[in-house]
């Protein structure tokens, strides 16, 4: 007879649902052989070798049902934090506490799993744990941060809690690819893959393109089975158009995975990287097809020449995974979409060069503002920043790089000097060559703004403005800013135009679309003027309706 660790056992109501049968009677302790499906009995054959959501934890636990004590690995325990009052959790029942047990198992003696008393040691373990006492920060007794819960907020203590609520659902709609699929799930995050394989195939017959069934069928047989997760991963692309129920940036990132995952399997066989050409939805676009039909040496070229040399990531694979959102790709939002480097390569050729351009520019800006701040300095005397700073509000007790680098910009710009901005006055004094004429040229056409986000490419580093006062459009490059902007950001902005776009001074001010108005209101009377700057310095700094580049 099998030890009770050994026991793959399942719950009979699962066997019959998907059987439409019953357990002969004598079977009073089933286990997982007994279910239908390809890959059941290759999931339980490597289940030791599957990667774990949830660390191994053994207690002894006492099955309600029949009273019978035995070891359990329960997994690594879920609990919230904050909802313990350590002060008092010395005088409480710890086992009252909202304490979730991940692992699905059931009782080794009875084959119950509705319901167990815990040992003193597993009591003890959680309290030392919450209290931050145990022996090792590493002991998996401690609980995690966190909580699991069901599709419907149901919030399960055991695993076998929210089998018992989804086989419920799945009585009544028995042909719910959906529910299953949510079943599946429970049983992969509970380190029950051959209870998960059953349910994941059972979802995939119901609905062939069920894109997360799919999905997570080709994950969960990556270590089982080689050639059938490859062919799900496949299966995953093709069924991304007619799927619903995920947002189009998670459908992009299942994709790009997808592609990731079939190029490293790729690697151990002679199977094709992607799906034919002939296997792509009838409604599939020209870009998707085109590129299907390619041999399988240019597909992967293209993917070389667009991740250029950089070390792979999720990311790197958007391009390709893009081609395969189908309608979904209207959805993405244009600063998001990446797709153009696989399909305008002579453009993406072009803006790599200007991104290149850019960097080179934006080092030689630093190094010039330098110089003609110091040039101001020298000309006006060592109190130049801290009067400038006084105008602007400038909390100097603070000492931040951002506020000395808005001092140096509004200098550079705005103060007056013999009669003219300090900048001309530079200008007239001093001979620029190269890089530094360019960037001194572009700061004497420069122009200070209201800008609005409308667009751009955060793969390029592109961001499209429009002057909210003057409407002239505007393309910048700022490598930094474009991977937070948002479509309808507002910021206040000095630009710098060259021949093929555009770049700020190194300082500008982001605010959220929701304060537009006041901004307008509070700007507008000073447009074109150096109070313009010192306005939105104060709206940004001082009245606190700014954000900063990484947060809103």
Not at 333 to 360: C, G, I, S
Not at 372 to 378: K, N, Q, R, T
Not at 401 to 413: C, E, N, W
């Amino acid at each position: 007879m099998k030890g009770y660790i050994d026991m793959l056992l399942i719950e009979p109501q699962l066997y019959n649902l998907l059987t439409g049968g019953s357990l002969p009677e004598e079977v009073d302790m089933p286990e997982s052989d007994r279910l239908p499906g390809t890959y059941v009995q290759q999931a339980a054959d490597h289940l030791h070798t599957m990667p774990r959501f949830f660390r191994r934890n053994r207690h002894t636990l006492t099955c309600r049902a029949c009273g019978h004590r035995a070891k359990y690995n329960i997994g690594q325990p879920l609990l919230v934090h904050a909802s313990v009052d350590t002060a008092t959790i010395i005088q409480q029942d710890i086992s009252k506490l909202d304490v979730q047990f991940p692992l699905y198992f059931r009782c080794g003696h009875c084959n119950a799993a509705e319901g167990w008393e815990w040992g003193e040691r597993l009591e003890r373990a959680l309290t030392e744990g919450l209290l931050g006492n145990t022996a090792s920060k590493n002991d998996p007794s401690m609980p995690v941060n966190g909580e699991s819960r069901l599709f419907d907020g149901y919030k399960p203590e055991w695993a076998a809690d929210g089998e018992k609520r989804l086989l419920a659902y799945i009585e009544e709609e028995p042909d719910s690819a959906f529910l299953w699929y949510k079943l599946a799930v429970l049983y992969y995050r509970g380190h029950r893959a051959d209870l998960a394989a059953a349910a994941l195939e059972q979802s995939v017959a119901l609905d062939p393109k069920h894109t997360e069934a799919l999905y997570t069928l080709a994950q969960l047989l990556d270590t089982v089975n080689a050639e059938a997760s490859h062919d799900f991963f496949q299966q995953t692309l093709l069924s991304i158009p007619h799927y619903n129920d995920l947002d189009v940036e998670t459908l992009r990132d299942v994709a790009a995975h997808s592609l990731w995952e079939l190029e490293t399997l790729q690697n151990d066989s002679s199977a094709a990287w992607l799906p034919s050409a002939e296997s792509a939805p009838k409604d599939a676009d020209a870009a998707l097809r085109d590129f299907l039909a390619l041999p399988e040496d240019q597909q992967k070229e293209q993917l070389r020449l667009v991740q250029g040399e950089e070390e792979k990531d999720l990311s790197s694979f958007y391009p390709v995974a893009e081609l395969f959102l189908g309608r979904h790709a209207d959805e993405l939002d244009e600063l998001e979409k990446t797709n153009h480097h696989l399909l305008q390569p002579e453009a993406v050729k072009q803006r790599r060069e200007q991104r290149e351009r850019y960097q080179e520019l934006r080092q030689t800006g630093v190094q010039l503002h330098g110089d003609m701040f110091s040039y101001l300095i020298e000309q006006r005397g060592p109190r130049t920043m801290r009067d400038i700073g006084d105008r602007l509000g400038v909390p100097f007790e603070d000492d931040a790089v951002f506020d000395k680098d808005a001092i140096a910009d509004t200098g550079i710009y705005d103060e007056v000097l013999g009669g003219r901005p300090l900048i001309r006055q530079y200008d007239a004094q001093h001979e620029e060559e190269g890089d530094r004429r360019a960037v001194l040229d572009a700061g004497l056409r420069s122009h200070a703004s209201l800008y609005e986000v409308t667009g751009g490419s955060r793969i390029d580093g592109l961001v499209r403005l429009r002057d909210v006062f003057g409407g002239g459009e505007w393309t910048i490059i700022d490598t930094n800013f474009s991977a937070s902007a948002v479509k309808g950001d507002i910021l206040f902005a000095r630009l710098l135009p060259f021949d093929d776009f555009s770049m700020t001074s190194g300082v500008f001010f982001l605010f959220p679309e929701a304060h537009r108005s006041v901004l307008e209101r509070r700007l507008a009377r000073h447009k074109g003027t150096a109070k313009a700057f010192q306005e939105a310095y104060r709206l940004y700094r001082s009245e606190g309706y700014g954000v900063n580049s990484n947060g809103r």
